[in-house]
């Protein structure tokens, strides 16, 4: 599956910055994405904490009919990261979902 199939299904891709969602796909969007990050999010990092293995810099869900992906871009200054994303009303690959958000 390629990028123009992925748009094909819906895709839609969000970034964070400061707290704030940026989507050009409207407020409805820009809020679902924000609600499901903050799960995955917390999820991922319990996960990460019991595992030793720090913070997680990323996250996907795939379900029969939709995905959802976030990645954590850090420049390594105490600014907050900056998040990518993306959901798509499709069960796609991780290595689909993460290649979209390049």
Not at 58 to 67: K, N, R
Not at 86 to 100: E, F, K, P, Q, T
């Amino acid at each position: 599956m390629d990028a123009s199939s992925l748009n094909s299904q819906s895709f839609r891709r969000f970034e964070i910055q400061n707290g704030l969602v940026i989507s050009e796909t409207g407020q409805q969007d820009a809020d679902d994405f924000a609600a499901d990050f903050q799960g995955l999010r917390h999820f991922a990092g319990r996960i990460g904490a019991i595992l030793e293995l720090g913070e997680a810099g990323y996250a996907a869900l795939h379900e029969p009919e939709f995905s959802f992906i976030y990645t954590l871009s850090s420049d390594g200054s105490a600014q907050p990261p900056k998040i990518i994303g993306a959901m798509v009303s499709a069960n796609v690959s991780y290595n689909d979902l993460l290649g979209s958000l390049q």
